[in-house]
T-cell receptor
Framework: KQEVTQIPAALSVPEGENLVLNCSFTDSAIYNLQWFRQDPGKGLTSLLLIQSSQREQTSGRLNASLDKSSGRSTLYIAASQPGDSATYLCAVNKHNQGGKLIFGQGTELSVKP | DAGVIQSPRHEVTEMGQEVTLRCKPISGHNSLFWYRQTMMRGLELLIYFNNNVPIDDSGMPEDRFSAKMPNASFSTLKIQPSEPRDSAVYFC??????????????FGPGTRLLVL
C-alpha cells in the first residue's frame, strides 16, 4: 500500500530564507508526483508536476526534484516571502491506479516578515 | 475559464438528513474526482470518473455515500443519511488524461459540511 509522508509537519522561517520541504513515498512504482499549495479555507492549487521519467521541474522560485529509487521528492523554495505561507502537499499518482492521487499530510509553512 | 465550481460552499445539516454536493468540472476535462479532507485523515480520494464512468470508488466509506456523473459537465456526491462523522471539507477536482492516467488536477474551492 502506497504511503506518503511529509516532514516537517510545520515550518517557520524568516523572510528571504531558502527552504526545503520533504516528501517520501513507500512504493517507487509511480506515474507522477505533484506538489500542491493550500491556503487556509481554500482549495488546492497545483504548483509542479514531475513525471516519473523526470528528475526535476522548476517554476519561478520553486524547484521540485524526484528520486524514484529512494522514494523521495523535495520542494525547494528560494528567497521565501510572507505570501508563500500556506500548507504544501505532495501527492503521488500510482502507476497502475489511473488518476488516483495519494496525498501526504502536508507541511504548514509560515514565513515571517 | 471559471475553474471547477462547487456548490454549496457551506452546508450545515442535522444527523439523518440527506446532503447533496454538486460539482461542475472545467470544460473539456475528461476526469472528475471527489475528495474528502479532515484533520485526522488528511485528503482522501472518494471516487473518480473518467469520461463520466466511475473508475475507482474504493474510497467511498460506505453505502450511505453515492456519486453520479450524468454528463461531462456535472457531478453529485450524495450522503444519505448523514452522520456527524461525515463532517469534513469535500473537494471536487478535474483533469485531462489519456488511458486513465491523469495530468494536473485542478481543485474546486470545496464544500464545508457540518453534520450536527
Amino acid at each position: 500500500k502506497q504511503e506518503v509522508t511529509q516532514i516537517p509537519a510545520a515550518l517557520s522561517v524568516p523572510e528571504g530564507e531558502n527552504l526545503v520541504l520533504n516528501c517520501s513515498f513507500t512504493d517507487s512504482a509511480i506515474y507522477n508526483l505533484q506538489w500542491f499549495r493550500q491556503d487556509p479555507g481554500k482549495g488546492l492549487t497545483s504548483l509542479l508536476l514531475i513525471q516519473s521519467s523526470q528528475r526535476e521541474q522548476t517554476s519561478g522560485r520553486l524547484n521540485a526534484s524526484l528520486d524514484k529509487s529512494s522514494g523521495r521528492s523535495t520542494l525547494y523554495i528560494a528567497a521565501s516571502q510572507p505570501g508563500d505561507s500556506a500548507t504544501y502537499l505532495c501527492a503521488v499518482n500510482k502507476h497502475n491506479q489511473g488518476g488516483k492521487l495519494i496525498f501526504g499530510q502536508g507541511t504548514e509553512l509560515s514565513v515571517k516578515p | 475559464d471559471a475553474g471547477v465550481i462547487q456548490s454549496p460552499r457551506h452546508e450545515v445539516t442535522e444527523m439523518g438528513q440527506e446532503v447533496t454536493l454538486r460539482c461542475k468540472p472545467i470544460s473539456g476535462h475528461n476526469s472528475l474526482f471527489w475528495y474528502r479532507q479532515t484533520m485526522m485523515r488528511g485528503l482522501e480520494l472518494l471516487i473518480y470518473f473518467n469520461n463520466n464512468v466511475p473508475i475507482d470508488d474504493s474510497g467511498m466509506p460506505e453505502d450511505r455515500f453515492s456519486a453520479k456523473m450524468p454528463n461531462a459537465s456535472f457531478s453529485t456526491l450524495k450522503i444519505q443519511p448523514s452522520e456527524p462523522r461525515d463532517s469534513a471539507v469535500y473537494f471536487c477536482a478535474s483533469s485531462m488524461g489519456q488511458g486513465g492516467y491523469q495530468e494536473t488536477q485542478y481543485f474546486g474551492p470545496g464544500t464545508r459540511l457540518l453534520v450536527l
